[in-house]
């Protein structure tokens, strides 16, 4: 797509992206997944800071995809991840956690073998008050749409214990 993108350096790292990245993409071509998020979160496994990618997929089997009008929205998107750094806030250094959490519309299915096993629920645990939302890019191009923003707790959410 001509894009300069970032890569982890290590092995590990990568694998585990990858194998989140491919394992949900069954469920996104089913239209299951409403939500993808990258979670930060501190020793107590409450969020700091949450990305979000909010997508929705059109399904239709007659549709003519233009590649060349997805890949200049999907280049374009890609491009704003890469100046979006101002807009997150200082992670603490020590015992900071991630993750990658899917949202699904509807639980998988039983008839999705090995795909479905792959997810498991997870225990980060919510913010009280509604967080603070930062949009940073967003497109709509068929097939896909697909919204990204950034989720901090709200100011009168109650510090977590250090």
């Known amino acids: 797509m001509n894009v300069v993108?970032?890569?982890a350096r290590h092995p590990q790292l990568q694998e585990y992206i990858h194998?989140?990245?491919a394992g949900l993409?069954?469920?996104i071509q089913k239209g299951l997944v409403e939500r993808v998020a990258?979670?930060?979160s501190n020793n107590d496994n409450i969020p700091v800071e949450r990305f979000v990618f909010k997508l929705t997929t059109n399904q239709c089997d007659g549709l003519d995809?233009?590649?060349s009008g997805l890949e200049f929205s999907l280049r374009s998107f890609l491009i704003k991840l890469s100046v979006s750094q101002p807009l997150m806030k200082v992670l603490p250094c020590v015992d900071c956690r991630w993750e990658i959490t899917a949202y699904f519309r509807s639980l998988a299915q039983?008839?999705?073998g090995k795909e479905a096993d792959l997810w498991i629920?997870?225990?980060i645990k919510q913010w009280q008050q509604p967080p603070l939302i930062t949009p940073i890019k967003s497109m709509s191009t068929d097939p896909l749409s697909l919204q990204l923003y950034l989720e901090h707790p709200s100011i009168s959410e109650p510090n977590?214990?250090?």
Do not use: G, Y
Request: hydrophobic letters at 45%.
């Open 5 to 7: 993108v970032q890569k």
């Open 19 to 21: 194998s989140a990245v």
């Open 25 to 27: 993409l069954p469920f």
């Open 38 to 40: 990258v979670i930060f």
């Open 65 to 67: 995809v233009e590649e």
């Open 110 to 112: 039983a008839n999705m």
């Open 121 to 123: 629920p997870t225990n």
């Open 160 to 162: 977590p214990k250090p």
